[in-house]
Nanobody, 127 residues
Framework: QVQLVESGGGLVQAGGSLRLSCAASGRTDSIYGTGWFRQAPGKEREFVAAIVWTWSLGSIYYADSVKGRFTISRENAKNTVYLQMNSLKSEDTAVYYC??????????????????WGQGTQVTVSS
């Protein structure tokens, strides 16, 4: 079992920044990759960014809508993954979820690839 706890959400003006954190506990040695997803009211959950943990590959993936603005990173010693969000836009408003996957070589851009999910943290960008 892996437990995930997100933090760092809040209210920010357009153009501002926020950093989300996802702290993993439990069987963290089983994690292959961690992803961030978001869901706005009335919309489907969508991929934001993901990073591979195992084999020190550190492969990183981003949705086109956040490339150049968001940065995903991991701090192994703390079993924590971060999402630095800069140049925020009103369309970035959503509940952001952290997810963990234990299956190697799976497509980390798909929600269906993940078994473990955090509770979500609200990000609101005012225009």
């Amino acid at each position: 079992q892996v437990q995930l706890v997100e933090s760092g959400g809040g209210l920010v003006q357009a153009g501002g920044s926020l950093r989300l954190s996802c702290a993993a506990s439990g069987r963290t040695d089983s994690i292959y990759g961690t992803g961030w997803f978001r869901q706005a009211p009335g919309k489907e959950r969508e991929f934001v960014a993901a990073i591979v943990w195992t084999w020190s590959l550190g492969s990183i993936y981003y949705a086109d809508s956040v490339k150049g603005r968001f940065t995903i990173s991991r701090e192994n010693a703390k079993n924590t993954v971060y999402l630095q969000m800069n140049s925020l836009k009103s369309e970035d408003t959503a509940v952001y979820y952290c997810a963990a996957n234990s299956v190697r070589w799976s497509d980390l851009r798909k929600p269906s690839s993940y078994y473990y999910w955090g509770q979500g943290t609200q990000v609101t960008v005012s225009s």
